[in-house]
């Protein structure tokens, strides 16, 4: 083993399949801390993930583009629901400096206006960019796929 | 103005400038045959236009994978309503096989069960791939933009 990893280790900046295995991972982390930072309704987390020209897609709204628009959107959305949500990833594909995933998400969600909890669950799709060696979200779309009301 | 359409013709094949041109105006040229098969209630022309292993989510169901599924799910949506929407394309970006758009879509949809037209509007993210040489739709998500009822 210890022969194995020395050559890993020593290949690693050279080795496009390592490179596209971290790139991978890093995306992933990316969807997970976003997973966290929606169920901690925290608006400050979410915007970290997000590039310098995103675009965030909530539902009943026109898209929102650009960071203000994107903070005003996850802030409507705080102060309106409580998010209790896991993401699970489908499909992820780095291509360079652009990657996309295809998740969906299931929990619940309550309705802080009545205290009313519902069932949640969404499919999405990711673009990511990797801006300054971080990957960031791109655009994001998300939907419902719970039975209609 | 002919020696320089001499130039482009000869240099066609070699300029990467003008592959991506090509392929940019292939990938707008699917997500219009696509808006003209949604507007035909044609499940037989969408499918063309799906890859060998494409995944399709509408709203309030989980998502379809598989070019089963995808027919069964457009069947069901056409057997529902009649859409006469017009999409619009934000972003397009092509990196090699694989190339995404961002697009939305307006217009009207008469539900077919009472004959009442409603005002639709949608979101959409697609994701393309390159198949033996033609762009193909491998992931579609869409979310309506229009106001909660």
């Known amino acids: 083993m210890k022969s194995i990893l020395t050559v890993l280790t020593f290949g690693l900046l050279a080795n496009p399949m390592v490179q596209a295995d971290t790139n ?44 203000a628009a994107v903070k005003q ?39 802080l206006a009545n205290e009313v909890v519902v069932n949640e669950g969404n499919n999405e799709l990711f673009i990511f960019k990797k801006e300054n060696g971080d990957w960031k979200i791109h655009q994001y779309l998300f939907s419902t796929s719970q039975p209609r009301q």
Chains 1, 2 share one sequence.
């Open 24 to 67: 991978n991972a890093e995306v992933q982390a990316v969807i997970s801390r976003y997973e966290s930072a929606l169920n901690a309704s925290n608006t400050d987390d979410v915007l970290t993930l997000y590039g310098k020209n995103p675009t965030f897609m909530p539902q009943h709204a026109p898209a929102q583009v650009g960071r």
């Open 73 to 111: 959107a996850y802030d409507n959305v705080f102060s309106t629901i409580k998010l209790d949500v896991e993401f699970s990833i489908h499909e992820l594909e780095v291509l360079g400096d652009t990657a996309w995933a295809r998740t969906s998400s299931a929990g619940q969600t309550r309705i």
